[in-house]
């Protein structure tokens, strides 16, 4: 009888996370490359030309993909033959901490959700599971990094069995309306149908693991997979959230039995950067090696850098409401200047700050915040990744900000009525910047201070300087939004 030990899954862990981080999995890169060569839309085709080029960077300079290194979930799947000790997942947090400090990877876990959100610095705790199945032999273990933008623009519902599939449908496509732009599409959409309330979204999250273009084992769910993959792609939402014929890469279903009242439903939004591995751990192969074969691309020293198609404004900052105002929806602008990255916690401490003064501090008056938690230091340059967060989540703070001096913001996804009112009447701009693209827009950041808020780590206030920043004019002077399809 094999025996699987908690260092086996130490040292499966801590070597998978930094290659994971970088290097985008052979079946999405694949994928991306198809929807570029078939995208039609214009905004589309500049956002995927953009995710393709990040992707050669962060292989090739072996930097993060995208700015949000996410929680790590392993899941340990072992047949009855298999024996483990009850502590095999013992050593997980220690083999996450080390991998990330070693890798230079943004940390972004807090204490506790509730009572303490301070960063535990390390990433850990992992979230991590063991799972038995019918398959003698089998020592598997699963891998996922996954960001917060696409769990967030995820949901679990439980419907009314007479909902049946078209309620399932209607479901799906209310969330993808609702905050696919937010998850940085084209998106790889996992669904659990069935089981229980705390166990579908499990169902939904191993729909994930499947390798893209392989459908469901059974006929029946592989056709609803295709039905739900065609009303996804009609949705209009596209690639980056600007529109366009390719929102999503795959929908994957699992299914499971469920109680005659229920008819549970789990949808696990996986983003354009969906960095996960299998890992058969009865293999002999090093895990370094497995995991490069298996299920990721491998570094050609003949790769040429693709550019991106990007022809828009060139704008020097800061910009004067002169310019603000001859902006219009769609615009692709080239920023060139400083910027200021702030995100959730240090915007309610600058509101504060704002309350308290009645004036803005760090000199912010006339210039724009974008919405961005960087990496670390990687590659000659101030971060290894940078690329925007999802802007909703300071909407809170967003109209007083503007009505006190900020004149732009850079954020990804939907903003509220509020916020558009607020550029209506203060003359703003909010820009957008494809999400998922962050090796590629890190090249473009030239230095980084930082500002205030230090204690906050990835949250600090910083201020930046960029050289040809891409950007679509999301929301103008005027109201009109690009998000509104």
Known sequence: MQTISKDTIYSAVRD????????????????????????????????????IENERIARCDYVPICQDTGTVWVCLEIGSDIEVAGDVLSRVDEAVGEAYEAAHLRKSVVVDALVNRANTTTNAPAFAEIKMVDEPGVARLHIMLKGGGSDNASRVTMLVPGAGRRGIIDE????????????????????????????????????????????????????????????????????????????????????????????????????????????????????????????????????????????????????????????RVGDVCLLTGDIYTLRDA?????????????????????????????????????????????????????PALLRAGVVATIGKGKRSEAVREACIETGSVYFAAVGGAAAFLAKCVDSSETLGYDDLGTEALRRIHVTDFPVFVALDTQGNDIYRV
Do not use: W
């Open 346 to 398: 240090g915007h309610m401490r600058l509101i504060n700050e704002l309350e308290q003064k009645g004036s803005l501090p760090y000199g912010l008056e006339g210039q724009i915040i974008f919405y961005a938690g960087p990496t670390p230091e990687a590659c000659g340059r101030p971060f290894g990744a940078i690329g925007p967060t999802t802007a909703s989540r300071m909407d809170f703070a967003t």
């Open 172 to 327: 799906v496509l209310d969330c993808v309306r609702a905050k696919g732009a937010n998850a940085c599409p084209p998106l790889v959409i996992g669904i659990g149908i069935g089981a229980t309330f705390d166990k579908v979204a499990g169902l939904a999250k191993h729909a994930l693991m499947r390798e893209i273009g392989t459908p469901s084992k059974d006929s029946e769910v592989a056709a609803f997979e295709r039905e739900l993959l065609e009303a996804v792609n009609a949705s209009g939402v596209g690639a980056g959230g600007l529109g366009g014929s390719h929102t999503a890469l795959a929908v994957h279903i699992e299914t499971a039995p469920c109680h005659i009242a229920a008819l549970p439903l789990a949808i696990n939004m996986g983003c354009s950067a969906l960095r996960r591995c299998t890992i058969d751990l009865t293999e002999k192969e090093s895990f370094n090696e497995c995991i490069q074969e298996g299920s990721s691309n491998v570094p050609d020293e003949n790769d040429e850098a693709q550019s991106p198609i990007i022809d828009g404004h060139r704008i020097d900052l800061p910009l004067n409401r002169a310019q603000l105002s001859a902006l």
């Open 16 to 51: 998978a996370i930094p290659r994971l981080a970088c290097v985008l999995p052979r079946d999405v890169a694949r994928a991306l490359s198809s929807a570029s060569d078939e995208e039609e839309a214009p905004f589309a085709k500049c956002a995927l030309s953009q995710l």
